[in-house]
């Protein structure tokens, strides 16, 4: 079980480790920090659900050497997550990357930032009720 906590804390970290480099690169580490304290809840609920899936999925891992029951869940919620934190400061792409025309999706993605991270918490949810529902029925079998 320490294993687990290890490996879910580390992934929580690693996923606001990511969000503060990308935008730090793009905006600048004082706008990723303004950001991040503006939106600390979200970023925090999204890293702690993604480190949560990871944990539980290690955990699983541990009941189920073989199988891969939830990889595909912990990837894709992951990835939600990720593309969550980092979309509201995504607009600022089109500084850095004006050459391919993604003005469009860039000024989308970011007129809905907070919708985008109310998706990435409900994905993280059904992800982590999956999750306990496989470690469930593990245990009983």
């Known amino acids: ?3 687990a906590l290890f490996k879910g804390f580390i992934a929580g970290s690693a996923i606001l480790t990511v969000y503060f480099l990308l935008v730090s690169a793009i905006s600048g580490p004082t706008f990723a ?6 939106f600390w809840y ?30 595909r869940v912990v990837a894709a919620t992951g990835g939600t997550t990720t593309i969550a ?3 509201c400061c995504s607009h600022y792409l089109v500084n850095v990357l004006p050459i391919l025309g993604a003005v ?19 994905a993280n949810l059904f992800g982590s009720l999956y ?11």
């Open 1 to 3: 079980m320490t294993i």
């Open 131 to 141: 999750l306990i529902s496989r470690l469930r029925k593990i245990s009983i079998s």
């Open 33 to 38: 920090l303004s950001q991040f304290v503006r």
């Open 104 to 122: 469009g999706i860039v000024t989308l993605i970011s007129q809905y930032q907070v919708e985008l991270f109310w998706v990435g918490i409900v």
């Open 85 to 87: 934190m980092v979309s």
């Open 42 to 71: 979200f970023f925090l609920a999204l890293s702690a659900g993604f480190g949560f899936q990871v944990g539980l999925y290690q955990r699983l891992k541990e009941r189920l050497r073989e199988k891969d029951d939830g990889k």
